[in-house]
């Protein structure tokens, strides 16, 4: 194999394995850390739904909308975990074509590229959707504290990020 090749896919496998084992050593998908509150827009946790004194009505669609994405969800993933593998080995298979060519095509990349945005952008929307559904439940009153409930966890938020020094700063 040529040595080219040999870095490429060096170049390919070893970002893949770093990350794979970073998120094995930070407890994988299962570990909660502060940095998903202080996401923008990670819309309602189940303290903020406490603070915000929802009647008993509004707790039932709550939970009717939660159990109505879990469903969801399922259905979306029932699919076999081979085929779905499948679709990824095919996804990675063009993906090392592109990388591994002889001459990088920069067509075929931004096709890739545009493929894999629209996705994450149609996931995004899908996501906004939902967020919206649940606030919505809320009255004029609850949403405005919801504002200010989010303002203060911003706030705190900023005040736990790590600085970093620039050029600029001291």
């Known amino acids: 194999m040529k040595m080219t090749k040999k870095l490429i896919i060096a170049s390919v496998v070893l970002p893949l394995t770093l990350s794979a ?53 399922r259905e979306r993933f029932q699919g076999e975990p081979e085929q779905r593998g499948e679709i990824r080995e095919a996804r990675a298979e063009k993906l090392n074509d592109l990388l591994l060519a002889d001459k990088f095509d920069a067509a075929k990349a931004t096709k890739m590229a545009q493929e894999m945005s629209n996705k994450q952008v149609e996931r995004q929307v899908e996501m906004l959707s939902k967020q919206h559904k649940m606030l919505s439940i809320l009255t004029p009153e609850q949403k405005q504290q919801f504002v200010e409930l989010q303002k203060e966890r911003l706030e705190d938020c900023g005040d736990d990020m790590p600085r970093h020094k620039g050029k600029d700063r001291k």
């Open 21 to 73: 084992a970073g998120a094995f050593a930070f407890g994988g998908k299962h570990h909660e850390d502060r940095h998903d509150e202080c996401r923008p827009g990670s819309g309602l946790d189940r303290g903020m739904i406490r603070e915000l004194n929802l009647t008993d009505s509004q707790k039932e669609q709550f939970k009717t909308l939660r159990q109505a994405n879990r469903d969801e969800m």
